[in-house]
């Protein structure tokens, strides 16, 4: 055999295996990735649906698959940890997810940085819709919320990228990303269960400086390319390459935080490679 004819012999096996090992990452439909969390002070479990990172992507006609996967799980309560919305496609799919479970379920909301990336007017589009059905969007507040007989606090922080939509609109809230952790913090001082949603894992140090006793997050999308027991993700926004806060679950001290790996999918610069989209769900026992 020629050396150029075994040159080409061994440039078709190495894309045969390459291919052999990157087509089945390329499978992409909804995973469901259950949490268990041993929430010392509550009796009665309560289920939390956690959507993040949906970027307004389709799941099948009217969103009926995300819908249909989340009643499936029966939760108590939808915490949505920001990106719902896209800065480019069209909100069409969300407000589809959000008619198919606003009725069934209480829903909190944190705005992501591409909420913001839409710009002021097309920004305040986006919040209105959130009214118009109903959610509760939480900008540095924290609402005490019963569910099964429990009542636990549920704190909001709107995404660092705030401050790219124009200031002193009717949705912004005008104080800083860390002053906005404060005064949740102290706002919840009441000895429940507390919960943090904030759609930045990056910023995870932060959340450990307060009393929260679980964070739900979103934004780094399982980073993007994954070797499942190998690397837990390539590259993450706000944390470049190898990220540490890919997707998963994290501790430190009395502080949990639970990073969704989101939703995104068709719309992705690059394909999501063992990476499949993902609906958490996290039951507190
Ligand atoms: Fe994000």
Redesign the pocket.
Known sequence: MSRKKMKWIIILIVFIVLAAFIVPGLFNDLKIQHYSVNAVNISNSIRIALVT?LHSCRYGEKEQELIEAIDEQKPDIIMMA??IFDNVIPDDNTEYFLQGVVEKYPCYYVT???EYWSGSSAFSEKMAVLEKYGVKRLSGEFEAVTVNGETINVCGVDDPDAYMVASKSAYQNDLSFDEQLIRVNELSDNGNYTILIS?RPELFKNYTKYDFDLVLC??AHGGQWRIPGILNGLYA?NQGLFPKYAGGEYNDGRTKMIVSRGLARENTRVPRIYDRPELVIVDLN
Do not use: A, K, L, Q
Request: no cysteine.
């Open positions: 990172d920001g990106d992501g940085n591409h759609h979103g934004h926004p």
